[in-house]
């Protein structure tokens, strides 16, 4: 992909793409803290997960305007599956790496396929809820509240009282000033090239406050808690000390040392499964860091890879479609999977396509992938020169610029406009949404299972329509596979026999683009039964395919029209008007059937 925009690459397009790695770098290196926050993780490997997918989509990505790294979604994931272990994070990636990059090389994309959209939206409405809700803990300063969410609920409405001012007024105050920074960018108009001077520099203070404004806001929480601490008192809960310098570049490791051994990589990969309290749990981790609600990272390596390319494809496609550009699905497959493999040589827990990041990208006028150059630059200088000023930055800012960045991942419009549009797509999303909240993995699994049942009903009874007349006009609506054989000849021997007196009946296949040997078996059986009551069955708007299916099988009697109308003349000819006679089943008159 970088051999398709690289010979063409505009001296004009640079300094276009400098603003959006510039502009995204610095919304990529506090989110990068916050979000290892949430995926309970140090913070810096947060930052360690920022940088390589930079360099790797720029080279193999195929939409300007993505962006990969750390999300909110995908920390929710990590928390839930790395027991909050930094090694299995990385081997996390790993897996997942390899995983995407399979289906890539495979051209496994259609997979994702049979996730529905209201199943995505039931996801992220219910990620947003609960990512939003696991940082109330940080914003009011609570120590110890439990990751499941209906814990998680109960202990911070019953230790409310337990609440630190500090942290408190800090975050709300960070996140007024995020929603009023976010809102002043959404309502700025545009500067017209031929405004006032002092009408341009105001617009684009504007546009890169509210651009930054998590580096921001941040940098005035970090600067507010170190004036204090100079002052000798400190009413926020710190980020603390980071290890200045870049990661090692070294393999994920497949085992683990621990106190009474070594663990193997198959014991690893079931860390999450529900551990004893014991100074250290079989794995070798010790018990604080054990969770019984965190799950089997082997049920990780099922959600983890697939949301990541979900994540990825959505954003890719939509400023793709928004953009006037096309993308390679598969090719995406390969850069996410290239970048998490990759990023496991660099301590990164599993990345994503980031929608935040990618829109601030597009609004910034990216022209090429080359601006993720940018952003990973900024990303590693501050990871060598900047790490010991992230010393100050408080927790509730941090969990302000998350609940700022999830919020709008809610989706309230999807319920009212599937309740206008197809009541029956609630289902799936409701079902989603809720169990969600629970644990993750099965509301995914659930909602597909669900959505999965009513296309398979959808196809088990497609829509017939029955014309009576002299012959019975019957129109399926869609294709005809084995699910659907026994209904069609239900819905025909109930109306065509139950009829005074009995008709034949004409099948007209003018919707039907495919059919299986079971469906054509189902048709020979109701071509009998209608022949024993002394009927006839007969076809008509067969398309091609389904018309040379039909002929291979040889079905005894067949007879086949262009048209309904030629099919009920036949029919009434054979109730004593002989002016019509029905084509033969011969190869020659296939060719008047288009």
Known sequence: PILRWLPRYSRAWLPLDLLAGLAVGLTAVPQALAYAELAGLPVQYGLYSSFMGCFVYCLLGTAKDVTLGPTAIMSLLVSSYACHEPVHAVLLAFLSGCIQLAMGLLHLGFLLDFISCPVIKGFTSAASITISFSQIKNILGLQGIPRQFFLQVYETLRRIGETRAGDAVLG?????????????KSHLPRAGPAGALAVRISHLIVWISGTARNALVVLFAGLVAYSFQVMGSQPFGLTGSIPRGLPPLRPPRFSLAAPNGTVPFQSMLQVGLAAPRAPSCPCGVPAPLMD??????GVGLAVVPLMGLLET?????????????????????????????????????????????????????????????????LVLLSLAYLTSLFYYIPKAALAAVIISAVVPMFDAAIFRTLWRVKRLDLVPLCVTFLLCFWEVQYG???????????LLYSIARPPIKVSEGAVLLVQPGSSLHFPAVEHLQDCVCSRALAASPARSVVLDCSHVSSIDYTAVLGLAELQQELHRHGLSLAFCGLKDPVLQVLLSADLEGFQHFPSWEEAGRCGRAELGDSRAEPFSSTAESSGLIQ
Not at 172 to 184: E, I
Not at 316 to 326: D, E, L
């Open 313 to 377: 494809v959505a954003i890719a496609k939509a400023f793709a479609s928004q953009n006037g550009y096309r993308i390679d699905p598969n090719q995406e497959l390969l850069a996410l999977g290239v970048a998490n493999v990759l990023g496991s040589f660099v301590s990164s827990y599993p990345i994503t396509g980031s929608f935040g990041r990618t829109a601030v990208n597009a609004q910034s006028g990216v022209c090429t992938p080359a601006g993720g150059l940018v952003t990973g630059a």
């Open 292 to 297: 019984p609600s965190l799950q089997d990272m």
């Open 444 to 454: 995914i699994v659930a909602g597909v299972l669900v959505s999965g049942i009513l």
């Open 172 to 184: 709300l105050s960070c996140l007024a000033a995020l929603a009023g920074l976010r809102a002043m």
